[in-house]
């Protein structure tokens, strides 16, 4: 097992619009709140995310707010039989 200590400087966020309230800001608006908040945790230097790959605007949101692409999880998802997306794995340093 990861030793807990070692990543306490670490976050894992997910910020999630339900159909029928996106393109409104919301989901800027909760990330950039995360963010602020973070910043004042003296503790907390990093926030990851995951973004599926075919979420153009999430991706977009989050690169605009300062995430970086780190890594990719392949066929992550499965959306049906022998259909799979791959989730990328997103940073940002606070």
């Given amino acids: 097992p ?47 995310a995951q973004v599926c790959s075919t979420n153009t605007r999430a991706l977009s949101l989050h690169m605009k707010l300062g995430f970086k692409e780190e890594g990719r999880w392949l066929r992550r998802v499965k959306i049906a039989d022998d259909q799979y997306l791959d989730n990328l794995l997103m940073g940002l340093w606070l």
Avoid: C, P, Y
């Fill in 2 to 48: 990861q030793d807990l200590q070692a990543i306490q400087h670490v976050a894992h966020v997910t910020v999630a619009t339900h159909l029928g309230h996106q393109g409104q800001g919301i989901g800027e608006k909760l990330l950039a709140g995360v963010i602020e908040w973070s910043r004042n945790r003296s503790m907390l230097e990093k926030l990851e």
